[in-house]
């Protein structure tokens, strides 16, 4: 393992090797944690730029997930209920993921005189893009005392180390109040988009996160349902603790790894650290998603040149406004943090010219439409499916897949493409993946602008048995070999320039 994470930081045919490798092992639950003692040593050894390089390659496409995002929470304890949806309404505007705080939605529930449930019926109408539920126990929305739901946040503007809550009180559930609304804990969970667990109390986190056991109940429940599942872990000291968090996280089968540090970053270096934490959960994460819900700003900077794809954030009340992109002194309840982080995050594209880009609602709407593409005889062939040692998409195709977004929007599926002998793509990534492995034509023949995103097609789709094809980018010559050409574009902008400059040579999916 030591000599291919060495090669993977300058050889993109190391990291494929290695994706491919880590990946039969989730898939065959043969991940051990010897192997994930392996990786975090070989990573820690790296000097810091190192780490970033081979975090940044796993982030690029068909490695993880090119896309970062914002994940916001909207809602808080001390919020109206027009409040709620209105900061609902606005995320989904800008095309953010909600991340809902179950317990607040309970609290705001009882002074409205309806259940935590109805609640969340009431985001879930008003909102199209993909809801992330978090505080979610065996009885379903866990609920907490003011002391916990109208916590300061003392421990992220005091910094690190923090061993726990200073005042104790993090875990103190109000039980009873679960369990009147317990009959509701699958109606959550079928609402939900992707489900986050936290294994924190494996690390002893006791005071911040429920049992491992009830946990599992969760996880077992969103694997039933078809959902996404996020699995949170600190950082902790940076080795026993990053290894026990992790391996909990791969044994309850989660799609994302979510890293917190800040406070819970107590390494000597924690700047590398962290970096080394993201690059390592860009190794292992089954569902190529990488996020953080507590880093301060330089940990956010530092982990997005290491290969993260997600931050956490929120409206101001809601924790999460404060736990990322701050620093001791700043991070404070009362934040309203998305607009600090989508500072952060601009820049650090920007200036350190990242090869990623920020998710939109465009972008979101061309996803969510190319994974309903991807459905053929009835059966889905987005992740966890594979094409030879390679998921088809990640962990995002399942979250948008379970949005009012899909339910929405209309496209065709491969059932509507005629099958011919000679098939060539225009477009090179998972959408032409699906077409081919589907319709199982005789070649293949594919373009894409992107010389990497070709090159990989053609590798996977070659080591699985598929005779492709590449053309260095050449869209005439796949035409000119092709019986039919597809745009497998679902970027409108893209897909129309493509089909104005070919007319009636090649078909559009859209």
Request: charged share 25%.
């Amino acid at each position: 393992m030591h000599d291919i994470i060495k090669s993977a930081v300058n050889d993109l045919d190391a990291c494929l090797e290695l994706r491919g490798l880590i990946t039969n092992k989730l898939t065959n639950n043969k991940l051990t944690e010897g192997d994930i003692i392996s990786v975090v040593d070989a990573v820690g050894e790296l000097p810091i730029e190192d780490i970033q390089k081979i975090g940044s390659n796993l982030r690029k496409f068909p490695l993880g997930c090119d896309l970062v995002e914002i994940g916001i929470g909207p809602c808080s304890s001390s919020l109206t209920m027009p409040q709620l949806v209105e900061n609902s309404m606005l995320s989904d505007y800008m095309g953010f993921p909600i991340h809902i705080c179950a317990y607040a939605l309970g609290d705001i529930a009882e002074r409205e005189s309806i259940t935590p449930l109805e609640v969340f019926k009431t985001i879930s109408e008003s909102v199209e893009v993909p809801i992330d539920l978090d505080h979610f126990g065996k009885y379903g929305a866990m609920r907490f005392p003011k002391e916990i739901t109208h916590c300061g946040g003392d421990c992220y503007r005091m910094g690190a180390p923090s061993e726990g809550c200073p005042r104790g009180r993090i875990h103190k559930r109000l039980i009873d109040k679960e369990k009147e609304y317990s009959y509701e804990f699958n109606d959550w969970i079928k609402l939900s988009s992707t489900v986050c667990i936290n294994v924190v109390e494996e690390q002893g986190g006791e005071e911040h996160g429920a049992p491992l056991e009830e946990m599992k109940i969760v996880a077992n429940e969103a694997h039933k349902h078809g959902k996404g599942l996020e699995g949170i872990f600190h950082i902790g000291d940076g080795y026993d603790d990053l290894i026990t968090g992790l391996k909990s996280c791969v044994d309850l089968g989660v799609d994302a790894f979510v890293v917190e540090g800040a406070p819970f970053n107590r390494a000597k270096d924690r700047l590398k650290t962290f970096a080394k934490a993201i690059a390592v959960s860009r190794i292992l994460v089954k569902g190529g998603v990488v996020a953080t819900n507590g880093a301060y700003e330089d940990e956010c900077r530092i982990g997005l040149r290491s290969g993260l794809n997600m931050i956490l954030s929120g409206f101001s009340g809601n924790h999460h406004g404060y736990m990322c992109g701050y620093s001791p002194d700043t991070a404070k309840r009362g934040n309203f943090g998305a607009p600090r982080v989508l500072r952060i995050i601009k820049e650090e594209i920007e200036y350190n010219k990242l090869d990623t880009c920020l998710l939109t609602k465009p972008v979101l709407r061309a996803l969510t439409k190319s994974a309903k593409f991807l459905n053929y005889g009835g059966n889905s062939l987005i992740y966890p499916n594979k094409i030879g040692d390679f998921f088809t998409g990640d962990a995002h195709w399942v979250a948008v897949n379970n949005s009012n977004l899909a339910n929405n929007l209309h496209t065709k599926t491969i059932d509507d493409i005629e099958k011919v002998d000679k098939i060539g793509a225009l477009g090179g990534r998972y959408v032409a993946w699906g077409l081919i492995d589907a319709l199982k034509p005789e070649e293949v023949y594919i373009s894409d602008a992107n010389k990497w995103v070709e090159y990989a097609t053609i590798k996977i789709l070659n080591d699985a048995g598929i005779n492709a094809y590449g053309t260095d980018g050449n869209d005439k010559k796949v035409i000119e070999q092709a019986d039919k050409s597809f745009i497998t574009s679902f970027i409108p902008e893209i897909n129309l320039k493509i089909k104005n400059r070919y007319n009636k040579d090649v078909e559009s999916l859209i």
